[in-house]
């Protein structure tokens, strides 16, 4: 089961998926998780940003999964999870939209992460040198529903460069949160490229 695995995300996609949530702070946001399966680890190193009206709505979901599968399996990569952040700041809740969404990536990928943002850690950053992600990891149990991993999450869920928190807070005061294009912005306007390929430039 997934809760065996160690999860490591990369500095992009942990970055991309914190901007996104914070560009649409009174929404709730969504996310699919990039990589893939090395010995007992699963190694995020990207993400897309998918939605932030309507992230429960079927048809816009599967043709973002469609298009993103295609392009990323071309890189190696598959869908290892799922990013979450809830509407209200103090919702601290895994909803049914993402066990949803989660379910149906674990038939993929049984090893899938769901990731929901942490509204506190997020708010408490640039107060302090914490280097772990404002995120919790949640895995598929033995009983086949979805668990927060427990107090000890750090030996199970890190980010790649330890860096990524101090390169987040220039990023948040800098306005690059602006910039972020999800797949609502991309079907309102195909011109707008929801690989985010300039973002990190």
């Known amino acids: 089961m997934g809760g065996e695995f160690r999860y490591e995300i990369g500095q992009n996609a942990y970055i991309k998926l914190i901007l996104h949530s914070l560009k649409h702070s009174s929404s709730a946001v969504n996310?699919?998780?990039l990589g893939r399966v090395a010995g007992e680890s699963v190694e995020i190193s990207d993400s897309v940003p998918l939605f932030h009206s309507q992230i429960g709505l079927l048809p816009p979901l599967e043709i973002?999964?469609?298009m993103i599968e295609e392009y990323y399996s071309r890189q190696g990569l598959s869908i290892v999870g799922y990013f979450h952040a809830n509407e209200r700041f103090d919702d601290f809740e895994l909803g049914g939209v993402a066990k949803n969404i989660g379910d149906h990536i674990y038939k993929y990928f049984p090893q899938a992460a769901l990731?929901?943002?942490d509204n506190k850690k997020l708010g408490a950053l640039s107060k302090g040198k914490d280097r772990s992600p404002v995120m919790q990891l949640y895995t598929r149990d033995a009983s086949r529903s979805w668990?927060?991993?427990g107090s000890d999450v750090s030996s199970q869920f890190a980010i790649?460069?330890?860096?990524?928190?101090?390169?987040?807070l220039d990023y948040i005061s800098t306005g690059k949160a602006d910039n972020i294009i999800d797949f609502d912005d991309h079907l309102d306007d195909i011109s707008k490229d929801w690989l985010?390929?300039?973002l990190f430039k």
């Open 31 to 33: 996310g699919v998780l």
């Open 64 to 66: 973002a999964l469609l």
């Open 115 to 117: 990731l929901l943002l």
């Open 147 to 149: 668990k927060l991993s």
């Open 160 to 168: 790649k460069e330890p860096s990524a928190n101090i390169v987040l």
């Open 196 to 198: 985010n390929t300039d």
